[in-house]
């Protein structure tokens, strides 16, 4: 199939901010944008009812998201990032088009409106760093939106520049066709940097791509001020694992949390705290009950409002308990296309050049491109001392094949009295006449 890439128009020029070498691979800095500011607790009890919903927007995907997704591991112990997948969406939504834009912003669960306005925002209030009392960084939250254009290919400046602006989007160019071995690296290169060195693989992005919409995020929380370990039990206790088989040992205790266990009729639910107010909520089926059965989109959404109230009037009793719980590693490496067309994601993924209604990405550029792949690598390391996290997710968009030509062969029978036209290689008549008889 033919390709057909564009030369970088003039009038991109005003994102070509910087022209200096990125990350330690062949890559080229086109914008970047301002440094994130953590979104003050003031600044957070300020914002309205469109901050909220895209809040509950992002949880009600993550529902949605997760148990799909979390199907597709072979792996014992899964982790994924729903917001991450959330976040690269969003890219992808601002740079679509049509009915493709409204599909993703159907999954989003927000409106166009919404997500462009309240977005900025909303990455500010994950992000997050934490220092000790010698200004020693002790915890943090980093997230990082980029879009890579392949070189050559036109963009629209002003998309760029909302990305920017109003999604902390860096953007990057990298030539995936005519050094696809570099580019890749390239990439591979920046999630490691960005993940800290907890994500380090290629993604194989082809040699057809003309833009790659990523999203990093990288997580590290302790318990205690210090990093302290949290204390074993000092009694074994056994611990049913999803073969059927047991394992025995000591648990970590976390600390005393106001309130009681959460009863969702298969399953119960609490929580434990790290030293920065994160959660770490564990939800355990009921004897006989699996965990395919409890690990729910429903279930999931009755957990963001389940009810751990540790007050009860009748006795006039306060309650407080603990979590004892086990060190883990859980680990997600996949592709989740499958994942986002049943969650409604199709046309973005449908070759425009094989299709007339394939994917439309008019906002970022006039090339015909679609998503060939979605790809999400998460890491989540739970510890004694706290716990460590990654994820990365990246769509790749490709450009799109040429229609194919069809081949129709047809017979042309001459069974009758006919005419005759014999040229020459210049088309010179030569001969012609008429036949009557054979």
């Given at each position: 199939m033919a390709r057909i890439f564009k030369i970088f128009a003039a009038s991109c020029a005003g994102v070509m901010l910087l022209s200096v070498p990125a990350c330690g691979g062949n890559q080229t800095v086109l914008g970047k944008p301002d440094a994130v500011v953590p979104l003050s607790y003031t600044e957070r009890r300020e914002k309205g009812e469109a901050f909220d919903s895209l809040l509950s927007a992002s949880n009600a995907f993550a529902a949605r998201f997760a148990p799909k997704a979390a199907a597709l591991s072979e792996e014992k112990n899964v982790a994924l990032s729903p917001i991450s997948v959330y976040m690269a969406l969003a890219l992808a939504a601002q740079c679509a088009s049509g009915e493709t834009a409204s599909e993703l912003y159907t999954a989003l669960g927000a409106p166009r409106e919404t997500v462009t306005a309240e977005f900025s925002d909303f990455y500010r209030s994950l992000a997050a760093e934490y220092t000790d009392s010698r200004g020693k960084v002790e915890a943090r939250v980093d997230l990082g939106n980029s879009i890579w254009v392949n070189k050559g290919t036109t963009v629209r400046e002003n998309c760029i520049q909302t990305l920017a602006t109003d999604y902390h989007c860096h953007s990057y160019a990298a030539d995936f066709v005519h050094d696809n071995a570099g580019a890749n690296k390239a990439v591979q290169n920046f999630v490691k940097e960005q993940t800290h060195g907890l994500i380090d693989r290629d993604f194989k992005l082809s040699d057809r791509t003309l833009f790659a919409l990523i999203n990093t995020l990288y997580l590290k929380e302790i318990w205690n001020s210090e990093g302290d370990e949290l204390p074993l039990t000092q009694t074994s206790y056994s611990?049913?694992?999803?073969?059927?088989?047991?394992?025995?040992?000591?648990l970590m205790q976390g600390k005393y949390v106001g309130g009681r266990a959460f009863d969702g009729g298969n399953f119960t639910s609490f929580f434990t705290r790290t030293l920065h107010g994160y959660k770490l909520h564990f939800l355990v089926p009921k004897e006989g009950v699996p965990l395919a059965e409890v690990?729910?989109?429903e279930t999931l959404n009755a957990l963001q409002t389940a009810d751990y109230g540790g007050y009860d009037e009748e006795t006039d009793t306060y309650y407080s308990t603990r979590c004892l719980f086990p060190a883990y590693e859980a680990n997600f490496d996949e592709e989740v296309d499958d994942v986002l067309k049943e969650m409604g994601v199709e046309r973005f993924?449908?070759?425009?050049?094989?299709?007339?209604?394939?994917?439309e990405f008019e906002t970022l550029t006039d090339e015909l491109v679609y998503c060939k792949k979605v790809q999400h690598v998460a890491k989540l390391k739970v510890e004694r001392r706290g716990i460590e996290g990654a994820a990365v997710t990246v769509v790749g968009m490709d450009a799109a094949e040429a229609a194919p030509i069809e081949y129709v062969y047809e017979d042309f029978i001459v069974d009758r009295a006919f005419g005759f036209v014999l040229t020459d290689p210049y088309g010179v008549t030569l001969f012609s006449g008429v036949v009557n008889t054979i």
């Open positions: 611990f049913k694992q999803g073969d059927g088989s047991e394992k025995s040992g000591p690990f729910t989109e993924f449908r070759d425009p050049g094989l299709y007339p209604d394939g994917c």
